[in-house]
């Protein structure tokens, strides 16, 4: 006998409040469990079957994999703070942005437009201005050009691993922190409070990446290479155990848009080849990047984790040329996710190249300071200065290990206002990964207290 007492707009109230802990959707199980109600789940199915049809939440995956999401007006009294003056945007983009942030129910929906990859001339077309292409060459140099492939990303891997699984995995919603990816990918211990999907994620990531900065001449754009990067990105997270690296042979949707991909597996795989044709044809590296970026999320070839494996693509040309890579540093999550809005619903790249060219000039300068080469300030860590200070003198004085570390770096991070919280949280973990014996003085720690840290920190 169900003991219910709650009205049905109650209970439609309470599932949407607990779908709101899930910002990457939820399972019927954990939304039964989040809102608390004692409903059996051939009810519970009931009313998400209705907020469907009534369009307030959608879905992604399918049979026991399927996931529910709230759509963007259903928290519309809760906006998700944009990072609009992040990075600077064209006026184009900010038109764009402008566009999608209208209801769902007012956005045209559309499909997969063919003409949008078949009109692409490799070469002849480009995307990005011949000054934009400038830029990014000057930005990426590393001195390796005339080198092996992989020369550079291979000196740099330790630092890349992190960096890329990170920013890759945050961009999906993971909850891992910069210090508990840097302890499961250096010591293979995986976070307590965290799920074993976001360790998966994490971990494919890393298997992918050192993938991709082998020497193997095959590591170009082709079925091998992209193919197995799904696999090792999808491992052990689709629930069919077979579509790691396999193309898609049904229709998929986009949370939160009104874009719906190719259904047919005929022409997905049509296109696939002729994407994987044009991008490999494409002589620019920074071009055949931003293209994969673009083109590939666009047709969705595979079941999920299309937009993982276009980014880490996205580094192939990069690792083939010993240019700089690009892994994402400081890319708010909205802006990216709305730059890929408006390449699936109106085929507009300007959005997302705004982004790249912010990223790519944002990851160059991290590892150009691996390199040893000076640059600006960084005016948000100038601001934070002292607070910095006192947490890491804190962390390394006490002997704390990452995850004591990760605790106290959290905690204190709750007196800085909510909208710089998580770049400052991220910019100290970052300034404690970068300390070695050459640069902890100016945080006035003796060198018996660094050693005795530094023990603890790399158990």
Same mark, same amino acid.
């Given at each position: 006998?169900?003991?219910?007492?709650?009205?049905?707009?109650?209970?439609?109230?309470?599932?949407?409040?607990?779908?709101?802990?899930?910002?990457?959707?939820?399972?019927?199980?954990?939304?039964?469990?989040?809102?608390?109600?004692?409903?059996?789940?051939?009810?519970?199915?009931?009313?998400?079957?209705?907020?469907?049809?009534?369009?307030?939440?959608?879905?992604?995956?399918?049979?026991?994999?399927?996931?529910?999401?709230?759509?963007?007006?259903?928290?519309?009294?809760?906006?998700?703070?944009? +990072?609009? *003056? &992040? /990075?600077?945007?064209?006026?184009? !983009?900010?038109?764009?942005? @402008?566009?999608?942030?209208?209801? =769902? $129910?007012?956005?045209?929906?559309?499909?997969?437009?063919?003409?949008?990859?078949?009109?692409?001339?490799?070469?002849?077309?480009?995307?990005?201005?011949?000054?934009?292409?400038?830029?990014?060459?000057?930005?990426?140099?590393?001195?390796?050009?005339?080198?092996?492939?992989?020369?550079?990303?291979?000196?740099?891997?330790?630092?890349?691993?992190?960096?890329?699984?990170?920013?890759?995995?945050?961009?999906?919603?993971?909850?891992?922190?910069?210090?508990?990816?840097?302890?499961?990918?250096?010591?293979?211990?995986?976070?307590?409070?965290?799920?074993?999907?976001?360790?998966?994620?994490?971990?494919? +990531?890393? *298997? &992918? /990446?050192?993938?991709?900065?082998? !020497?193997?001449?095959?590591? @170009?754009?082709?079925?091998?290479? =992209? $193919?197995?990067?799904?696999?090792?990105?999808?491992?052990?997270?689709?629930?069919?155990?077979?579509?790691?690296?396999?193309?898609?042979?049904?229709?998929?949707?986009?949370?939160?848009?009104?874009?719906?991909?190719?259904?047919?597996?005929?022409?997905?795989?049509?296109?696939?080849?002729?994407?994987?044709?044009?991008?490999?044809?494409?002589?620019?590296?920074?071009?055949?990047?931003?293209?994969?970026?673009?083109?590939?999320?666009?047709?969705?070839?595979?079941?999920?984790?299309?937009?993982?494996?276009?980014?880490?693509?996205?580094?192939?040309?990069?690792?083939?040329?010993?240019?700089?890579?690009?892994?994402?540093?400081?890319?708010?999550?909205?802006?990216?996710?709305?730059?890929?809005?408006?390449?699936?619903?109106?085929?507009?790249?300007?959005?997302?190249?705004?982004?790249?060219?912010?990223?790519?000039?944002?990851?160059?300068?991290?590892?150009?300071?691996?390199?040893?080469?000076?640059?600006?300030?960084?005016?948000?860590?100038?601001?934070?200065?002292?607070?910095?200070?006192?947490?890491?003198?804190?962390?390394?004085?006490?002997?704390?290990?990452?995850?004591?570390?990760?605790?106290?770096?959290?905690?204190?991070?709750?007196?800085?206002?909510?909208?710089?919280?998580?770049?400052?949280?991220?910019?100290?973990?970052?300034?404690?990964?970068?300390?070695?014996?050459?640069?902890?003085?100016?945080?006035?720690?003796?060198?018996?207290?660094?050693?005795?840290?530094?023990?603890?920190?790399?158990?």
């Amino acid at each position: 006998m169900n003991n219910n007492n709650n009205s049905p707009k109650e209970e439609v109230r309470q599932i949407l409040e607990a779908l709101k802990e899930y910002p990457n959707g939820a399972s019927a199980d954990e939304i039964l469990k989040a809102s608390g109600l004692p409903l059996k789940m051939r009810s519970l199915q009931r009313r998400l079957s209705n907020l469907i049809a009534n369009g307030e939440i959608t879905t992604t995956g399918k049979a026991r994999a399927v996931r529910y999401h709230l759509l963007p007006q259903t928290v519309a009294h809760q906006p998700k703070e944009r +990072h609009t *003056d &992040a /990075i600077p945007l064209t006026a184009v !983009s900010k038109d764009l942005l @402008r566009h999608l942030s209208q209801p =769902i $129910q007012r956005r045209v929906p559309v499909g997969y437009q063919r003409e949008f990859l078949e009109s692409y001339r490799p070469n002849a077309d480009s995307y990005l201005t011949r000054e934009e292409v400038q830029r990014l060459a000057e930005l990426g140099n590393t001195a390796k050009l005339d080198q092996p492939a992989g020369t550079y990303a291979r000196q740099i891997l330790n630092r890349l691993l992190i960096d890329l699984s990170w920013n890759s995995s945050r961009l999906e919603g993971n909850t891992y922190t910069l210090l508990d990816t840097e302890r499961l990918i250096s010591l293979g211990e995986a976070s307590d409070s965290k799920s074993a999907m976001d360790a998966q994620m994490i971990l494919n +990531h890393k *298997d &992918a /990446i050192e993938f991709i900065v082998q !020497s193997d001449p095959e590591i @170009r754009f082709n079925r091998y290479t =992209i $193919q197995n990067l799904h696999g090792l990105l999808a491992n052990n997270l689709l629930a069919d155990p077979e579509a790691p690296g396999r193309l898609r042979s049904f229709g998929v949707g986009i949370a939160r848009s009104v874009y719906t991909p190719l259904v047919i597996p005929q022409l997905i795989e049509e296109y696939f080849d002729l994407l994987l044709q044009k991008a490999e044809q494409i002589k620019n590296p920074f071009e055949q990047s931003f293209f994969i970026m673009v083109q590939l999320p666009y047709l969705q070839p595979f079941d999920d984790v299309n937009k993982r494996v276009s980014r880490l693509a996205a580094n192939i040309p990069f690792n083939r040329h010993n240019l700089s890579p690009l892994s994402f540093i400081d890319v708010p999550e909205d802006l990216y996710i709305q730059g890929m809005l408006a390449v699936y619903e109106l085929n507009r790249v300007e959005l997302l190249k705004d982004v790249f060219l912010w990223a790519y000039g944002r990851s160059a300068a991290r590892y150009a300071a691996l390199r040893q080469s000076l640059g600006e300030p960084n005016p948000f860590r100038l601001k934070y200065r002292d607070a910095i200070r006192t947490l890491i003198t804190q962390v390394i004085s006490q002997a704390m290990d990452s995850s004591s570390a990760s605790e106290a770096i959290t905690s204190y991070a709750e007196q800085i206002p909510e909208a710089d919280r998580s770049k400052f949280i991220e910019a100290v973990e970052t300034e404690l990964l970068s300390l070695h014996d050459g640069n902890f003085a100016r945080y006035w720690i003796r060198p018996s207290e660094f050693r005795r840290w530094k023990a603890v920190w790399n158990k």
